[in-house]
């Protein structure tokens, strides 16, 4: 061994990636990311259902536009709850009056 003083580290990023990875599919986080994504879709998918959507948003500063995850990144799971979070009331205001 040319460098015996050296002691050999796994990337730090690639780690916590991994364990996050795993984090997101214990069962209870893979059941809410999968509704998260069909009410996104819902809202999406339908251009009265978005136009809804975007009217109930309006006035709203905190509101951000509904994100779905990339399957490479776990942090995009993050971004499609926090965005859930923040379009909260308009989305319940949506649903209620789609009466799902």
Same mark, same amino acid.
């Given at each position: 061994?040319?460098? $015996?003083?050296?002691? +050999?580290?796994? !990337?730090?990023? /690639?780690?916590?990636? &991994? &364990? $996050?990875?795993?984090?997101? =599919?214990?069962?209870? &986080?893979?059941?809410?990311?999968?509704?998260?994504?069909?009410? $996104?879709?819902?809202?999406?998918?339908? /251009?009265?259902?978005?136009?809804?959507?975007?009217?109930? &948003?309006?006035?709203?500063?905190?509101?951000?536009?509904?994100?779905? +995850? !990339?399957?490479? =990144?776990?942090?995009?799971?993050? $971004?499609? !709850?926090?965005?859930?979070?923040?379009?909260?009331?308009?989305? /319940?205001?949506?649903?209620?009056?789609?009466?799902?």
């Amino acid at each position: 061994m040319k460098f $015996i003083f050296t002691l +050999p580290f796994g !990337c730090a990023a /690639h780690g916590l990636n &991994l &364990l $996050i990875y795993d984090i997101t =599919r214990l069962d209870f &986080l893979k059941d809410l990311i999968k509704t998260l994504k069909k009410i $996104i879709k819902y809202v999406k998918n339908s /251009h009265v259902n978005l136009a809804v959507f975007t009217q109930k &948003l309006y006035g709203n500063k905190e509101a951000m536009t509904l994100k779905l +995850p !990339c399957k490479t =990144r776990w942090f995009g799971a993050y $971004i499609m !709850c926090e965005s859930v979070l923040k379009n909260k009331k308009a989305l /319940h205001s949506l649903l209620s009056l789609m009466k799902l």
